[in-house]
């Protein structure tokens, strides 16, 4: 090789590792920028939850305020019990509504992908359908039917008609169609029936995008607002953002007291999703990795 081919290669080389760093930069500066975005909120709600009153009306915008006080959060913690109440309903509706969602959508779509019956394409694309039809257009008949039903004022008003949805049917369908068929062809040979294939080989190998699918499910229950304030009245039987938004009108101009009701309401989901996000991740790896 000659001195100037070897020194377009060289320059090439440079080029092409300076184009690469530059992406790699560009990358990070997107992902911290989008991090900071995201941060940014919530640090001002909790900043503002242990401001005091005095130094939020006196003084302008604090990254740090000057003072800090706890009584609105012992006040929440401590002497409103009543939040605790609401905590609780939150969390055993957005529980049950899970688990109920993760074996009908499963079963559905174990049935769709694994079981030979006519119209089953049919069912699915009924399914895949709905998502054409916004939630909102439900509203109205689902009422009419909890209400005949005598649901109104209790938590399977709220869970019931939640205890399906195509989203799920969805996901889990695309992934059953990638568990080999040999697995199951070797059960059959050794007598298990469709449940046990379903219970003990189906199950256990979407263990990520169940996990997957149950943290979005449990998110999306716990923010629900519209709906558990049409079918509920009784403010014992509020869940946490119906909750707070009532705080909200009685302290219209306190905004550390409502701050700090709506840091107590999103902490357990904070919780829950640094417990589970390395499934989280998994099951977005996994899929990626299948098509």
């Not at 184009?19 to 991090?35: N, T, W």
């Not at 409103?80 to 609780?88: D, N, S």
């Amino acid at each position: 090789m000659s001195n100037r081919e070897a020194t377009d290669a060289e320059r090439a080389g440079v080029g092409w590792l300076n184009s690469r760093r530059l992406y790699r930069i560009g990358v990070y500066v997107a992902m911290y920028g989008l991090a900071i975005a995201f941060f940014i909120p919530y640090w001002r709600m909790f900043q503002l939850s242990v401001t005091p009153m005095r130094v939020i009306a006196e003084s302008g915008f604090h990254w740090i305020p000057p003072e800090f006080t706890f009584a609105v959060w012992r006040r929440f913690l401590l002497e409103e019990p009543i939040i605790y109440r609401w905590a609780f309903n939150t969390f055993l509706i957005s529980s049950i509504t899970t688990v109920i969602v993760l074996v009908v959508d499963s079963m559905i779509a174990f049935s769709i992908t694994r079981l030979r019956w006519p119209g089953s394409r049919l069912i699915f694309g009924i399914i895949m359908a709905s998502f054409m039809i916004p939630g909102y257009v439900n509203i109205i008949p689902l009422f009419t039917l909890i209400n005949d039903l005598g649901l109104v004022n209790s938590y399977w008003a709220i869970i019931l008609p939640f205890a399906a949805g195509p989203l799920g049917v969805f996901l889990l369908v695309q992934f059953f169609r990638d568990i080999p068929e040999e697995l199951e062809e070797a059960a059959r040979l050794d007598g298990f029936s469709p449940l046990r294939i379903y219970a003990r080989i189906i199950v256990p190998l979407s263990t990520p995008i169940l996990t997957a699918l149950g943290l979005f499910v449990f998110i999306w229950s716990w923010n629900q607002f519209l709906w558990p304030l049409i079918v509920i009245n009784r403010d014992t039987l509020y869940t946490l953002p119906i909750g707070v938004v009532t705080l909200r009108s009685v302290n219209a101009l306190s905004p550390n007291v409502i701050m700090a009701s709506l840091a107590i309401a999103s902490l357990p989901l904070f919780v829950v999703f640094l417990l589970f996000q390395d499934k989280l991740i998994s099951s977005v790896q996994m899929q990626a990795s299948t098509g």
